[in-house]
């Protein structure tokens, strides 16, 4: 299995508003191909805290370079994404990395 390491990283945190959850997840699914469809993007995940007391969901995506996620974030399809996943959040931070290198892990070549 071959696995190419990106070179940016973005981790979102979103708390959201309880019970609002199934409809934060669908929205999320249904929004995802914009970032996914996009040439420079390497990956998109939902993730829910297992251990938080209320919901708390992270969202990361891969992409080639940091330039290409800074023209797709300031897009107007991006914004509009954004726009349909804000009712759902009552707050949230970002997180940008450059990823340095990848290891993967004994599993990675069971696929």
Partial sequence: MSYRTPGF????????????????????HTVAEAVTGHPANLGHWLMRDSGADEPVYYIGSDWVDEQ???QFEASPQHLA?????????????????RVLDHMPGAAADLG
């Fill in 9 to 28: 990283r973005v981790l979102l945190r979103m708390r959201i508003h309880p019970g609002l959850e199934q409809g934060f997840e669908k929205e999320w």
């Fill in 81 to 97: 994404h954004r726009a349909r996943l804000h009712p759902y959040r009552s707050d949230g931070s970002i997180a940008t990395m």
């Fill in 68 to 70: 290409q996620f800074r």
